[in-house]
């Protein structure tokens, strides 16, 4: 079987994986990053993929895919803007090709994931699919007709980036106010639970150092029934449903599927959402977008972006 390597690039790690054409993962590698300057994250990616490549089962890996943050550019694999990693103008695909006999594609990490999550997950068989990785941020990625968009500049599907509360919303990485990610990621769980925090004069939930505060344990909190935490995740889950409900009217998917750290909440997640993205679902018949958790996890950047380079490219 073909194999190549695919690298997922993150703002706190750095992972590649040996996989096959089917989707099988053979190994996987994996380095931290504490320094995001170009030349340091660079240095940890070629460890994990010259790791990878020593593995005996790389040894006929026909080419290199990596999927970053940031927004792309086609065919240079040019990092140009990335808020995440603070780049502008990182020449992430020429370092790599220097570097590697083997062909090397760059693109972004969420639409890698939402291609390894199409072909191998939870789209596998559905021709209208959107992913969305609800992390820190919320990562997008659109298949319409059975193809996934990529857009004028490589910038479709850049769906944690709409206003959904550009007068009353938290400021957003990338400069905005109220953008999805802002109000619905992990992050701007956190941001709605001090956003109540005044109303809950009682309350312990946020009575921790501000770099050990997770969003998990507000969402654990909420589904004890905490009354501080209840509120935030009920506002949190307003937003989240505010922004599938405007995905539906853009590209009226068959499925969207939520993966990222914060979807091991689950159903209860799902539960929380239904409802209101039926009542702001209006022009297509309510309950015919299905919603699900992701399949591959953390697994879908990486069987993704050695997808891509088995077609040499995002879109075959
Ligand atoms: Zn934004």
Known sequence: MRKAIGVDLGGSHVTAGII???GTIFGQFEQDIEDRSFDAVVASLQGVVDNALKDGKAKDAI???VGSPGNIERESGVVLYSPNLL???APLGERLRTRYALPVFVANDARCATLGEHIF???KGTQDFVLLTIGTGIGGGIVSGGRLLIGHRAGAGEIGHHQIRPTDGFICACGKIGCFEAQASGTGLIRHAFAVAAS???SQLLDRERDKLGSKAIR????TGDAHASAAWRNFAADLALGLANIIAFVNPELIALGGGVSSAGDFMLDSVRARVDELTTMVPRGTTRLEIAKLGNDAGQVGAATMAF???LTR
């Not at 654990?220 to 589904?223: P, S, T």
């Open 121 to 123: 997950g939870s789209g």
């Open 87 to 89: 780049w502008t103008n």
């Open 63 to 65: 080419g290199i895919g």
């Open 200 to 202: 809950f004069p009682r």
């Open 20 to 22: 096959g054409e089917d």
């Open 311 to 313: 077609q040499g490219g």
């Open 220 to 223: 654990r909190a909420a589904q």
